[in-house]
C-alpha cells in the first residue's frame, strides 16, 4: 500500500488533536476513519468498528460522536462548539481476514484514546500496520496443502486422498493469489477455485493417484467456505446490527452456494 501522506501543515501540529478549526477536525475524522476502513476489511465485527470509531472521535475532543457502519460504508458524525458538525464517508470495498493486523489496529485505538499522539504519529502507526509482515508464499502453500489433507483424513478418507487434496489445496492456494492480484469478483474467485478444485479431485481419482474423489473434494471445500463471513453475520445479528449482520449472512450463503455450484459442475463433466 502507499504511505499513508498528511497535508505539511498538519504533520508538523505537536499537539494533542487541535481541533479548534473545522480544517483540524476534518483531518481527524479522515485519521478515524483510515483506521475504522482497515478494521473492516481485515474482518472485524461491525460493533467492533462503531465502538473503536466513537471512542477514537471522543477522544479527539468530539463531544457527539454518530457512527453508521455496514459491511461496505462508514458514515461518521462528529459534533462539538469548537468546530461545529463534521461529517465524512468512507466507501469499503475487498479485504481479507486478518487478525493479527485487526489486533493491531485495536491496539492503536486504545493507545490514541489513552495517551497523547499526534496526527503524524497517528500516520505512521498506521502506515506500519499496512506494511506489517504477513505469511510468506511458502509458508501459505504449506498451510493451505496441511489443511486440505488433514480435512480428507478427517472425513474418512486414505492416505492417497489426503496427499492429492494436499497437491490440489497447493494449486488453489496459487490460482486463490493470481485472481486476487487481478482483483476479481469474489464469487467468480469462489467459482473458479471450487470448480478447479472439483476438476482436480476427479481427475486425480480418474488417473488412479487416489480412490475418493468427494473426500478429496472435501478437504479442499474447506479452504474455500467463507466461516469467518458467516459467524461475523451470526454476531453482528445477535448484537442488534440487524442491517449488517443480514448482509453479511446473505453474502456468505451466496459465496457457499457459489463454491458448491463449481464443485458439482466439476464432478459434472466427469459424471
Not at 492416505?159 to 469474489?186: S, Y
Request: contains cysteine; glycine residues 8%; charged residues 15%.
Amino acid at each position: 500500500m502507499e504511505k499513508h501522506q498528511l497535508p505539511e501543515a498538519l504533520t508538523n501540529t505537536s499537539g494533542y488533536y487541535p481541533l479548534e478549526t473545522r480544517e483540524n477536525a476534518e483531518m481527524d475524522l479522515a485519521l478515524a476513519l483510515d483506521i475504522g476502513e482497515r478494521m473492516l476489511r481485515v474482518g472485524a465485527e461491525i460493533g467492533r468498528v462503531e465502538d473503536s470509531l466513537r471512542r477514537i472521535c471522543t477522544a479527539f475532543g468530539a463531544e457527539r460522536v454518530d457512527v453508521f457502519t455496514i459491511t461496505s460504508s462508514i458514515v461518521v458524525t462528529m459534533m462539538s462548539p469548537a468546530f461545529g458538525c463534521v461529517t465524512q464517508t468512507r466507501r469499503v470495498q475487498g479485504g481479507v481476514s486478518d487478525f493479527y493486523r485487526l489486533h493491531l489496529l485495536n491496539a492503536l485505538s486504545r493507545t490514541i484514546c489513552a495517551a497523547p499522539m499526534t496526527r503524524a504519529e497517528i500516520a505512521a502507526e498506521i502506515d506500519r500496520i499496512d506494511h506489517a509482515p504477513v505469511y510468506g508464499f511458502a509458508a501459505q502453500l504449506g498451510i493451505y496443502a496441511l489443511i486440505s489433507a488433514a480435512f480428507s483424513l478427517f472425513f474418512g478418507g486414505v492416505w492417497q486422498d489426503a496427499a492429492a487434496a494436499a497437491v490440489i489445496g497447493v494449486v488453489l492456494c496459487i490460482v486463490q493469489g493470481v485472481l486476487r492480484r487481478l482483483r476479481t469478483n469474489p464469487f467468480l474467485q469462489s467459482l473458479l477455485c471450487s470448480f478447479a478444485g472439483g476438476l482436480l479431485a476427479s481427475g486425480s481419482v480418474a488417473l488412479g493417484l487416489a480412490l475418493h474423489a468427494d473426500l478429496i473434494a472435501i478437504g479442499n471445500v474447506m479452504l474455500l467456505i467463507p466461516g469467518i463471513a458467516l459467524t461475523n453475520a451470526i454476531r453482528d445479528l445477535f448484537s442488534g446490527d440487524l442491517v449488517s449482520g443480514l448482509l453479511r449472512f446473505a453474502e456468505a450463503l451466496m459465496l457457499a452456494a457459489t463454491v458448491a455450484l463449481g464443485f458439482v459442475l466439476a464432478a459434472r463433466l466427469f459424471g
